[in-house]
């Protein structure tokens, strides 16, 4: 107990150092780039999750309107989600209305504890509560296990407000539009778009550097990145990685690396290997082109054989 | 086969009953001592009693599969025996066991003389980190345990992906790892069914619901048995199983799947040398 509150106050004062004097922050930094006017991004870590990095693992965010604040997703335990409304209280007043749940993975949503008292709308895709129901027992057993006194009070959190198609919503001056997509990298993909300054938040169907990962299903995942090709984009920001490169370069990397295991993983099947031979050897030539490729290409590969072998 | 149901469905429950009493203890992320495990020993006794189990199953079984798994979900393993399947020794049946999940016993492959070799491939899921143990009975009785210490959670949890419409549920295929099938020596076929293989674990299961799995899949070739096997849960979804058989001439290759809401399925493919074969 003791340990995370000392780890979550040096978060925040980083947090508030970061903001305010723009100084070199230390490696615990929960430091916030302004994206796009109004749009501001926490860069989780690459790491694995540990009790070191408390589980900020994927990019988190907040957009600022002139009546309240939209949150994008608010990390992986309770201390990074406190981490991440004390960030927003350094640059606003103004409440937090909504919490977009982006989708069902726990370096996403384990810090939406932290907004419970803000009472704000916490939004999701319709598939949402079913796999959260799923899946929380084992998320929950995972995460003590790797941040051990560090998870407590990191609990799971109900969505409120559910979507199918799409919902708009103003945050005053700035309308923000929330999609929820068919199943790409899980089934309750949510993006949010920013339509004032064109930003499109983009979560986990976009992975910038790091390796991309399959939860939901390869075929889904390359539609659903043709139709995010066609949207009018100014800034991104994706569901791990940097927002620096030009869009939609590193769209189209993603979808460079997801057609290659298509095609090896079907002429796999075709040729008879088995699923294991599959994974040892498809698309290898990637392998340098991605960060954590060993935690998780091997994964993407069983995942994309299993939907394919059925072709 | 009813009297097997009702005991693998008593026996499952009471481990899950076993697990659930004791949350929290499997947190260790480095290998435990196999020999010391908390796990083994209820399960062991609950199948297989006092039976001694030998640990040095080096020659005559072994597990193959990766530490780290990829996809909890869907864990690839191959159990191979060791040795040649004769009359006068041979492997009778494989138990597979995934120690940790709330229904451990994943399967039992039981083999004859002409399987032509004892092994099994197939996809498991994982709730935690867990040992895979793979237990040989001989003809004789004589029991030999393999282990591998595997990395993976959240597979039983993790509910299935898409939905299964009512029309695919049991539709079958075959798979062959040979363009033609040779008389007189081990060929190894795949097995894919196509079933939802339900986790009580994976959605808002009511008590007193049966999930709906796969519990047994009989391969037989011109009614002589080539594989016999009990699954569970602990088997993926859309299960899939690779075996041998040896056929001595043309003939019938013939699945019979039954699931846990008794629901039967059935496919066969006939079966001639050098003649093309289906799949692939």
Redesign the interface.
Known sequence: MKLSYAILSALCLAAASGVHAREPLPALAFDISEVAPGNYVHYGSFDERSPDNLGDNANIGFIVGEKCVLAVDTGGSLPVGLALREAIRRITVLPVCYVVLTHVHPDHFFGASAFLEDHPQFIAHQNYPAQLAARSRSYLNALKRDLGEAATGSDIVRPTLLVAGQLELDLGARKVLVQAWPPAHTDNDLTVLDESTRTLWLSDLLFVGHTPVIDGTITGFLAVMNDLRALAVEHFVPGHGRSDLAWPLPLDAQRRYFSVILNETRAAIRNRKTIQQATDEVGMSEADKWVAFDLFHRRNVTAAYAELEWE | MGEFRVSLRQASIAVLVLLAAMP?L??E?AEPNPALSQYWEPIKQLMFGDRIINPDARDVIRVYL?V?A??AS?V?V?VKAQMDQTEKEYIKSIYVIVERNPSPAAGVFHFTPQSGRAQV?T?LRF??YSFVRAVAEMNDGRLYMAQRWVKA??G????N??KLSESLLGKM?L???DDAISYHKPNLV?L?I?HPNESP????FEAGQVPQFVRSVKVTFDGKPVMDAQVDFSI?D?P?F?FFFTPEEKGELKIEVEDTHDRKFSHSVNISEGVPLPG?
């Open positions: 929290a499997a947190n992320k990766n780290r990829d996809d869907t690839p191959v491939e996809r709730e935690d959670a959240g039983c949890s993790a509910p992906g898409k295929k798979r062959f790892d795949q894919m196509r674990l994976a959605a808002d993926s859309n899939n690779r692939g």
